[in-house]
C-alpha cells in the first residue's frame, strides 16, 4: 500500500464532520471536484469505499468510519508535532507528556504540577498532562506515548518502573438525609443494601467494587452511572444514591454542605498511587526533572 496523504485524510476528516464534501470545500477553501478526486484515490489505494454520496450529503462506510478514527489520531499527532517544535522556538528547553488517572488528577496532581512550572528552574519545561484510564496510562508509558504515568498501584505494571507518589482514602458518599448519613463509619458491604452511583466500567474503582460486592456474594445496584467524579456528586447531592469516591476530591463538596462523607472499614479503602516510567537512565532530562519533583512532593 502507498504511502497514506495527510491533506487527503484531513479533507475526508471535514468532509465527515461537515457531513457534505460542498461545505468541507467551503472550509478548506478547495473546489469541491478535488476533494472528490482526491477521496476517489484514497479509496483507490486502500481497495475500500470509505464514503457513500447521497442526497442527504456523503455518509461514511463500515470501512470509513475504521479510517477516521485512525485518521483523527494521525492528524492529532501531525498537529501535537507542530505545537512541541513551536514549543523549542518560543523557548521551550524541555517537555514532558504525562498520562494520569482521573482520581490523581481530581486530588493533588494538578496542584504539585502547578508548584513546579512555577519554580524559576522549571519555567523552560512544557508539561502535557493526559486525563486516562489506568490500563490505558501503563499502555501509553510501555508504548514510548508517555513518559510518565500516575495510577493506582494495584495495576500489573510488571515491565515498567515505578516510584510511590500519594496515597488517598476511599469514603462513601451520600446526601446529608440519606439513612447511612448519620453512621460514624460502614462497611461496604453495608452500602449494598441502597442504590448506587457509579463511575465508568473501565475505571480500576469500578473493578474493584465489582470484586468486593462478589466476594460478600451480592451485586451493586447502579442508579446511574456517571462519567466522572462531578457527575456522581450531583447525583448523590440529589438523594439518588449513594457513591465510592476519593476522600480529598469530596471535601470541597462537604465543606459546601451538599454531601456528606463517611468512613470505609475495609482495608482496601487506602490506596497508593505510583509514578511508573519505562527506564529513569532512558528518561529526558525534563521528565527526570518532573519525577524528582513529583516523588519529593509525596515525601513531604
Same mark, same amino acid.
Given at each position: 500500500?502507498?504511502?497514506?496523504?495527510?491533506?487527503?485524510?484531513?479533507?475526508?476528516?471535514?468532509?465527515?464532520?461537515?457531513?457534505?464534501?460542498?461545505?468541507?470545500?467551503?472550509?478548506?477553501?478547495?473546489?469541491?471536484?478535488?476533494?472528490?478526486?482526491?477521496?476517489?484515490?484514497?479509496?483507490?489505494?486502500?481497495?475500500?469505499?470509505?464514503?457513500?454520496?447521497? +442526497?442527504?450529503?456523503?455518509?461514511?462506510? @463500515?470501512?470509513? !468510519?475504521?479510517?477516521?478514527?485512525?485518521?483523527?489520531?494521525?492528524?492529532?499527532?501531525?498537529?501535537?508535532?507542530?505545537?512541541?517544535?513551536?514549543?523549542?522556538?518560543?523557548?521551550?528547553?524541555?517537555?514532558? !507528556?504525562?498520562?494520569?488517572?482521573?482520581?490523581?488528577?481530581?486530588?493533588?496532581?494538578?496542584?504539585?504540577? @502547578?508548584?513546579?512550572? !512555577?519554580?524559576?528552574?522549571?519555567? &523552560?519545561?512544557?508539561?502535557?498532562?493526559?486525563?486516562?484510564?489506568?490500563?490505558?496510562?501503563?499502555?501509553? $508509558?510501555?508504548?514510548?506515548?508517555?513518559?510518565?504515568?500516575?495510577?493506582?498501584?494495584?495495576?500489573?505494571?510488571?515491565?515498567?518502573?515505578?516510584?510511590?507518589? !500519594?496515597?488517598?482514602?476511599?469514603?462513601?458518599? $451520600?446526601?446529608?438525609?440519606?439513612?447511612?448519613?448519620?453512621?460514624?463509619?460502614?462497611? %461496604?458491604?453495608? @452500602?449494598?443494601? &441502597?442504590?448506587?452511583?457509579?463511575?465508568?466500567?473501565?475505571?480500576?474503582?469500578?473493578?474493584?467494587?465489582?470484586?468486593?460486592?462478589?466476594?460478600?456474594?451480592?451485586?451493586?445496584?447502579?442508579?446511574?452511572?456517571?462519567?466522572? %467524579?462531578?457527575?456522581? %456528586?450531583?447525583?448523590?447531592?440529589?438523594?439518588?444514591?449513594?457513591? $465510592?469516591?476519593?476522600?480529598?476530591?469530596?471535601?470541597?463538596?462537604?465543606?459546601?454542605?451538599?454531601?456528606?462523607?463517611?468512613?470505609?472499614?475495609?482495608?482496601? @479503602?487506602? +490506596?497508593?498511587?505510583?509514578?511508573?516510567?519505562?527506564?529513569?537512565?532512558?528518561?529526558?532530562?525534563?521528565?527526570?526533572?518532573?519525577?524528582? %519533583?513529583?516523588?519529593?512532593?509525596?515525601? +513531604?
Amino acid at each position: 500500500m502507498k504511502d497514506l496523504d495527510l491533506k487527503t485524510l484531513r479533507l475526508l476528516v471535514a468532509v465527515c464532520d461537515h457531513g457534505s464534501i460542498k461545505d468541507a470545500a467551503a472550509q478548506e477553501n478547495i473546489e469541491a471536484s478535488a476533494i472528490s478526486k482526491r477521496l476517489a484515490q484514497l479509496e483507490e489505494t486502500l481497495g475500500q469505499t470509505v464514503l457513500v454520496r447521497g +442526497r442527504k450529503g456523503a455518509e461514511l462506510t @463500515t470501512a470509513g !468510519r475504521t479510517l477516521i478514527e485512525h485518521a483523527r489520531t494521525m492528524l492529532l499527532t501531525m498537529d501535537r508535532i507542530e505545537s512541541d517544535m513551536l514549543a523549542y522556538k518560543g523557548g521551550i528547553q524541555g517537555q514532558v !507528556r504525562l498520562a494520569a488517572s482521573s482520581s490523581a488528577i481530581a486530588e493533588s496532581l494538578l496542584d504539585d504540577l @502547578t508548584h513546579f512550572m !512555577r519554580d524559576k528552574a522549571n519555567q &523552560h519545561i512544557k508539561v502535557n498532562i493526559e486525563e486516562k484510564i489506568s490500563q490505558d496510562i501503563v499502555t501509553m $508509558v510501555r508504548g514510548g506515548l508517555a513518559s510518565l504515568g500516575v495510577l493506582w498501584g494495584n495495576v500489573d505494571l510488571s515491565d515498567l518502573n515505578s516510584k510511590a507518589y !500519594r496515597q488517598d482514602e476511599l469514603v462513601l458518599a $451520600v446526601h446529608p438525609e440519606h439513612p447511612l448519613a448519620n453512621k460514624q463509619a460502614v462497611r %461496604f458491604e453495608e @452500602t449494598l443494601d &441502597h442504590e448506587h452511583v457509579g463511575l465508568s466500567p473501565a475505571t480500576a474503582v469500578y473493578t474493584m467494587l465489582h470484586k468486593a460486592a462478589a466476594k460478600a456474594g451480592r451485586s451493586i445496584n447502579y442508579k446511574v452511572i456517571v462519567s466522572n %467524579f462531578d457527575g456522581a %456528586f450531583r447525583v448523590v447531592s440529589a438523594n439518588l444514591g449513594v457513591s $465510592v469516591v476519593p476522600k480529598e476530591v469530596a471535601a470541597m463538596y462537604a465543606a459546601a454542605g451538599q454531601i456528606k462523607t463517611v468512613p470505609l472499614l475495609n482495608d482496601w @479503602t487506602s +490506596r497508593q498511587f505510583v509514578i511508573c516510567f519505562k527506564n529513569e537512565q532512558a528518561l529526558t532530562p525534563a521528565a527526570h526533572q518532573l519525577l524528582d %519533583f513529583l516523588t519529593n512532593q509525596a515525601k +513531604r
